[in-house]
């Protein structure tokens, strides 16, 4: 298959999400894309918001299938009064190319109204206090985070798709499977996606870093997308970067600063793969090819046997954040694994039960549609609430709550859907509300407003060398 991208759209005549889902708005989508040239028994808006609905509703992967949403439109059709279809029509319609169009502009349209730079500058005046002074001692708008989730297909759509790399081996052992590879930028600040990229398994996870979509930013990546020219790329782009390197890293050290705040002499001259495993190091080197980098070198005895020892890349000056105040930044990347899973979780995001691939994309991008609408919705209730954060993942569960908003716009008035959507935020307020995190999570690193507590109030040694 061809990469797929999703951007928020540059010019957006919606005024709120709940415009951008209306019936008549989507109709609109339909006749621009193509889809809906002339009246048809069959219409994509109410299947739309069917499927959001069933989305909302469904949790259990054998719950959701191609089947239960044809049958939920179509008692939505009777319900309606509408002329039913056949399973065959309706799937013939899924498989246009311009009916994944109208999903697709339909999409770009939510990022773009969920926020907008007025919902932006309400979200930086009530973000927490802590996440407010580290974006001012990065001196950065935002922290993005980039990373790359798979999604299995079935093997049938190895023969559809131009995807015939497999991806990674399962861990109860069975044999990967065709895949696709959702590439996702998460910003911090707003808790969702910046933009959307799909591929398959096995395509280059650098190539969909783009930087050219960021300004001021810093932009988090693991150790699948080191590479020099990305380094070099996200720099001139004026955006900075943190990668994990990898263990084997031979880049000759210039210079070396411990956690003191002192110069390691002993550590100049020697690779970085050849320091003692337990070091903690805040190191200046050089590359064979002659580019220089900062590398954080950090051990932690509490961590798994895999990550005890970390090699950190980035261009994030001394005088901003010391060596042990990135190690613990770099666990932010935490916040993009939590946001997969929910949406793999709550949101439905998985392959569907067909072989077409403008069906699987279509259902992949409903299930992210879902997933921004309840993003907007947790961070509109904790901002009327006065709330620091919000338990996204808690978010993300309340199913019942949403399908309910799914189904009022499908079938009630702006009005009700108004009333309902207020509803839905005080149901919010009560359910999502953060708890106290276990010590296992705080140990771990993987509570984020403690881990955010943490690096703000480290003290930072390599400011006085700087």
Request: charged residues 25%; aromatic residues 8%; contains cysteine.
């Amino acid at each position: 298959m061809s990469k797929l991208s999703i951007f928020p759209a540059s010019l957006s005549t919606a005024h709120s999400f709940t415009t951008v889902l209306s019936k008549d708005n989507l109709k609109q989508y339909a006749r621009d894309c193509g889809a809906l040239k002339r009246e048809r028994k069959f219409s994509i808006s109410d299947y739309i918001l069917t499927s959001l609905s069933q989305m909302s509703k469904s949790t259990e992967k054998s719950e959701f299938t191609l089947r239960s949403v044809h049958d939920a439109y179509l008692r939505g059709c009777k319900k309606l009064g509408k002329s039913l279809l056949t399973h065959k029509c309706i799937h013939k319609q899924l498989q246009s190319e311009n009916t994944l169009e109208v999903i697709k502009t339909m999409l770009s349209e939510l990022m773009t109204a969920t926020f907008s730079k007025s919902f932006l500058k309400k979200i930086k005046k009530f973000i927490s206090g802590n996440l407010k002074s580290l974006l001012e001692k990065l001196e950065v708008d935002d922290v993005i985070l980039v990373d790359g989730t798979e999604i299995d297909l079935s093997y049938t759509c190895a023969d559809n798709f131009d995807c015939k790399g497999k991806g990674r081996p399962h861990t109860d052992g069975s044999a990967p499977r065709p895949g696709l590879k959702l590439h996702i930028a998460f910003s911090v600040l707003r808790q969702s996606f910046v933009y959307v990229e799909i591929t398959e398994a096995v395509g280059s996870e650098r190539d969909s870093v783009l930087t050219d979509r960021f300004h001021n930013c810093l932009i988090i990546c693991d150790r699948g997308y080191v590479d020099e020219e990305l380094e070099q790329r996200i720099a001139n782009s004026g955006n900075l970067y943190l990668i994990r390197g990898k263990l084997s890293t031979a880049a000759t050290i210039d210079s070396a600063i411990g956690d003191d705040g002192k110069s390691i002499p002993e550590f100049k001259g020697k690779t970085v793969n050849k320091l003692p495993s337990k070091s903690c190091a805040d190191l200046d080197v050089t590359f064979a090819s002659g580019h220089k980098n900062r590398v954080i070198v950090r051990y932690n005895p509490n961590c798994t046997e895999d990550d005890k020892r970390s090699i950190l890349r980035t261009n994030i000056p001394k005088d901003r954040l010391g060596a042990k105040q990135i190690y613990l930044l770099y666990r932010l990347r935490w916040a993009i694994e939590l946001f997969n899973k929910a949406n793999k979780r709550s949101n439905c995001l998985k392959s569907i039960n067909s072989a077409n691939e403008n069906i699987i994309l279509s259902f992949i991008l409903l299930s992210l549609a879902v997933s921004i609408i309840k993003t907007f919705t947790g961070l509109k209730c904790a901002k009327g609430n006065s709330f620091e954060w919000i338990s996204m993942l808690k978010l993300h569960k309340q199913n019942d709550c949403f399908e309910r908003l799914f189904k009022a716009i499908l079938f009630r008035k702006s009005s009700t859907v108004y009333q309902i959507f207020k509803e839905l935020l005080d149901d919010i307020a009560l359910r999502c509300q953060r708890t106290k995190p276990s010590n296992r999570d705080i140990s771990k690193l993987k509570d984020l407003p403690t881990l955010v507590w943490q690096i703000v109030n480290q003290p930072n040694p390599s400011a006085k060398i700087a």
